[in-house]
């Protein structure tokens, strides 16, 4: 099994920065990607940032040149470094791990971006 835990939401004004983190552990060999996606209330899940294997990295349009994503293998741990925040980020934001074909979800942390 694979458990992920996340780290780092917050209330944030708009302009200010949020790092989330993402511990991974269990059977987490094979990993294909990992990665962030957000839910906000009444809308549906939408992919962020993600990252593969092999270091590439996908962004969500409405957050290229705000967020970073980045990994630290050693650690089984995903950041995402969020600056420039604004009030449209406010969602839950849930970690993921792909691996096999199958995905793997945290628990969500919030992200409230208000003045």
């Known amino acids: 099994q694979v458990q992920l835990v996340e780290s780092g939401g917050g209330l944030v004004q708009p302009g200010g920065s949020l790092r989330l983190s993402c511990a991974a552990s269990g059977t987490i060999f094979g990993i294909d990607a990992m990665g962030w996606y957000r839910q906000a209330p009444g809308k549906q899940r939408e992919l962020v940032a993600r990252?593969?294997?092999?270091?590439?990295?996908n962004y969500a349009d409405s957050v290229k040149g705000r967020f970073t994503i980045s990994e630290d293998s050693a650690k089984d741990t995903v950041y995402l470094q969020m600056n420039s925040l604004k009030p449209e980020d406010t969602a839950v934001y849930y970690c993921y791990l792909r691996r096999f074909g199958e995905n793997y979800w945290g628990q969500g942390t919030q992200v409230t971006v208000s003045s």
């Open positions: 990252i593969s294997s092999g270091g590439s990295t």
